[in-house]
T-cell receptor, first 116, second 115 residues
Framework: AQKITQTQPGMFVQEKEAVTLDCTYD???????LFWYKQPSSGEMIFLIY??????QNATEGRYSLNFQKARKSANLVISASQLGDSAMYFC?????????????FGSGTRLQVQP | GAGVSQTPSNKVTEKGKYVELRCDPI?????LYWYRQSLGQGPEFLIY????????DSGLPNDRFFAVRPEGSVSTLKIQRTERGDSAVYLC?????????????FGEGSRLTVL
């Protein structure tokens, strides 16, 4: 069975600084996808970034980048130039690649607080 | 609106009662998902629809939970004989893709409280 581990329940960062949110995963399936979602207090899950297991380069989306280290089974999210609006829960998630299965397995999340 | 719509946003019920939670996905999205998020946890997969059929219902915790999507758009999650442990936020998501990667768009959830 697949598993996602987020070991940081909470993180603080100063506005305009970069922050790294940790995520490790476990699966025996060679084909998988890794996702990061942001959940503000409104409750809606907002997609941030995706990395496929066969992608050679680390994914980037604006201020978000995913530090994918396949051998270590880690998929850390890096947020550059933090903004006050980045304060939220952040979830790492994984999907398996075999046909018919599109369910995401989520970690327990990290609460990020950006301080002015 | 253009996003995923879930109703009710809040539901309080008594133990043993029956509840229905509704999800209206983004127009044209063929894939629809239900997740459950307990306090302090990440969402937990319940069921996935591709069109009208449940392609994967392996996450439903027991036979008290059932979901339908009769016309391939709106879905209803049904919970019979509710228990206090069913209290959670129920999230619905939709995507344009099926088994291939496609971005999931989530609603704001239905918060269920079972007294």
């Amino acid at each position: 069975a697949q598993k996602i581990t987020q070991t940081q329940p909470g993180m603080f960062v100063q506005e305009k600084e970069a922050v790294t949110l940790d995520c490790t995963y476990d699966t025996s399936d060679p084909s998988y996808g890794l996702f990061w979602y942001k959940q503000p207090s409104s409750g809606e899950m907002i997609f941030l970034i995706y990395q496929g297991s066969y992608d050679q380069q680390n994914a980037t989306e604006g201020r978000y980048s995913l530090n994918f280290q396949k051998a270590r089974k880690s998929a850390n999210l890096v947020i550059s130039a933090s903004q006050l609006g980045d304060s939220a829960m952040y979830f790492c998630a994984m999907s398996l690649g075999y046909t018919g299965r599109r369910a995401l397995t989520f970690g327990s999340g990290t609460r990020l607080q950006v301080q002015p | 609106g253009a996003g995923v719509s879930q109703t009710p946003s809040n539901k309080v019920t008594e133990k043993g009662k029956y509840v229905e939670l509704r999800c209206d996905p983004i127009s044209g999205h063929t894939a629809l998902y239900w997740y459950r998020q307990s306090l302090g946890q990440g969402p937990e997969f319940l069921i996935y629809f591709q069109g009208t059929g449940a392609a994967d219902d392996s996450g439903l915790p027991n036979d008290r939970f059932f979901a339908v999507r009769p016309e391939g758009s709106v879905s209803t999650l049904k919970i019979q004989r509710t228990e206090r442990g069913d209290s959670a936020v129920y999230l619905c998501a939709s995507s344009a893709g099926g088994t291939e990667y496609g971005e999931l768009f989530f609603g704001e959830g239905s918060r269920l409280t079972v007294l």
